[in-house]
Structure formats: C-alpha cells, structure tokens
C-alpha cells in the first residue's frame, strides 16, 4: 500500500479520533469503503453539512444551528443558574436526565499543568463576566471529579468567593475519577438534586 494514496490518508485522518488507533482506522476505512454508497458519501455529506451549520454559542459555548444556542435563548429556563461543565458531551449528559432547566457555560476543558492548559486556554473569563452580570444567582460546578476537575472547580470558586453568586458541586453521586458522559441518567440525577456548597 502506497504511503502518500488517499486510503492511507482517510486511514491517517481516521487514527486521529478519539478511542481509534491504526488497526480500527484500517477497519473502518475498509467498512466505508465497501458501503461508499449506503455509508461513506452520506457519512461524507453529514460531515460537510455539520461542518457548515453548525456554530459555537457565543454565550455558553454549547453546540447548536443557532447562536446563541436554543438552551440560552429559552427564557422558561431558569436564568439565575449557570452549571458549568467541561465539554459539550458533559452538557448532553445532563440534559438527558431532564432534572436540571438552568443555563449552561462550557469551559471547553479543564486546567491541566501537564497539558499546557491554563485559565487563559478555557472559557474562565467569560464565565466570570456571566457570573457577575446581575442574573446568576448559583454557579454550579458540574466537573469531573479527577485531579483536574477538582483544581479547576477550585479555581473558579476562588476566583467567584467575593461575589454574591452561591457556589455549588455536584454531590458524591459523581464517583471519582468519573466522566460525566459516561455515568448512568439517575446517578446525575441524584447528584444535581444532592448538590453541596463548593
């Protein structure tokens, strides 16, 4: 197999997902390959489209065709709570429980001394300027509670102790080191309603 053809390069692009190494890209690219028709174009058409319509919130940061997104232009959502998260799957997770109807702010990570990621890397700033724009009465801290879950959520509620916004995390029903997107509807649930002061 030639190295510059472009089933290595759908090969190569393929490897780059997450969770896909090399023998799951050839996999894949083998599969679309032999459904170009019922799988590959429409997949490639689905692509393009998404890559065309769909937009970053302006406010939240959340995934929609609109901006701002349809959760922050939805007045019947409490607009006093601001739950932060770390990725637009971590908002999806919660929403799929219906148990919470505030606002969302996606931080698009989470710091990380490793990785490079300082506040400047992340949505912080924005969040604080939302905080304290006069309708946030409760930020509620919905982050992974890993290392860096952990030091970020304390970052933020540092960085809001002067103001007069409540600060609140979600209860232990969150296991540690758990992702949000990969825990059960009721778990979440339990943990939003059992919520405690950060």
């Known amino acids: 197999m030639h190295n510059d053809g472009p089933l290595d390069h759908l090969i190569r692009m393929l490897s780059g997902l997450p969770g896909l190494g090399n023998r799951s890209a050839r996999r894949i690219a083998l599969h679309l390959l032999d459904k170009r028709g019922t799988t590959m174009l429409p997949l490639a058409k689905a692509l393009q ?18 901006d701002p997104c349809s959760i922050c232009c939805d ?34 990570g989470l710091l990380s001394a490793l990785d490079g990621i300082g506040p400047e890397e992340l949505r912080l700033q924005k969040l604080l300027e939302r905080s304290k724009a006069g309708k946030c009465e409760e930020v509620i801290l919905a982050l ?3 290392v860096d879950g952990q030091s970020t959520a304390h970052y933020i509620a540092d960085r809001l102790s002067s103001s007069n916004v409540k600060i609140t995390r979600l209860a232990h029903g969150v296991p540690v080191g758990g992702e949000l997107d990969y825990l059960d509807d009721g778990t979440i649930t339990t943990a939003l309603k059992s919520r405690s002061a950060a």
């Not at 489209?49 to 940061?61: F, L, M, P, Q, S």
């Open 49 to 66: 489209t998404a890559a065309e319509n769909v937009k970053d919130c302006n406010i939240c940061g959340n995934l929609d065709m609109r």
């Open 144 to 146: 992974s509670a890993t």
């Open 75 to 108: 007045h019947k959502r409490e607009q006093s709570k601001i739950c932060v998260v770390a990725r637009v799957s971590d908002v999806w997770a919660i929403e799929r429980t219906h148990a919470y109807k505030g606002l969302y702010h996606v931080l698009g």
